[in-house]
């Protein structure tokens, strides 16, 4: 299964382009659907106005997603008078699509993982506190840390707490990758106007 992210900014634009934002974002998920891709909105920073979008990210998961990317990545025009200026005389809203990696799911060797045992504490019965059955692993190169203290068995408790950083690293995945983005905000001031990989024509009131 194909997966990737994809960004959608106003380059820093107007408010009739924070609109085109919204407005796009609506568009790519119910084009997703229709392909039966998984689509999910991890990101998204709000415009000043109601309804709109400074930018969004959205990940995708499923076959031949590389013809939907392409559908949308690079420049999209949208022709609407401005929903906010009603005298305004521009009609030309550019917005950009951006698609970025997924980072594949973090591996580790076990010299990478460090384990703790120790008594877990609070109610659940008489032995509770008497061995030392909670487990606390942490993944050394990323520094995170998780813990899982609610079976008896030392076993369980290892199996459950690596499931739980299994979780936590991909989360930081995610957010490495926004922060890749972040750093890399050219597309996000600058965007090429010509040649838009789509126009649309219709109201943004809507």
Request: charged share 25%; glycine share 6%; net charge neutral.
């Amino acid at each position: 299964m194909e997966k990737v992210y994809i960004q959608i900014t106003s380059g820093r634009g107007p408010a009739e382009c924070c609109r085109v934002v919204s407005k796009v974002l609506e568009l790519m998920l119910k084009e997703a659907k229709q392909q039966n891709i998984y689509a999910e909105v991890i990101e998204r920073e709000e415009g000043e106005i109601n309804r709109t979008l400074l930018s969004a990210i959205l990940f995708l998961a499923g076959e031949n997603l590389e013809s939907f990317v392409d559908s949308w990545e690079g420049t999209v025009l949208w022709i609407s008078q401005s929903p906010y200026r009603k005298f305004h005389k521009r009609k030309n809203w550019f917005i950009g699509v951006q698609s970025l990696p997924v980072l594949e799911e973090n591996e580790w060797n076990e010299s990478d993982l460090r384990f703790q045992t120790f008594k877990a504490s609070g109610s659940g019965g008489q032995h509770v506190n008497k061995t030392e059955s909670a487990v606390r692993v942490t993944h050394i190169p990323s520094g995170i840390s998780v813990t899982a203290s609610e079976n008896r068995s030392q076993l369980q408790n290892k199996k459950q707490a690596i499931e739980r950083l299994k979780i936590k690293l991909a989360a930081y995945e995610q957010q490495r990758i926004l922060a890749f983005t972040q750093e890399n905000w050219q597309n996000h001031n600058e965007l090429e106007r010509g040649n838009p990989v789509r126009t649309i024509k219709a109201d943004l009131d809507r």
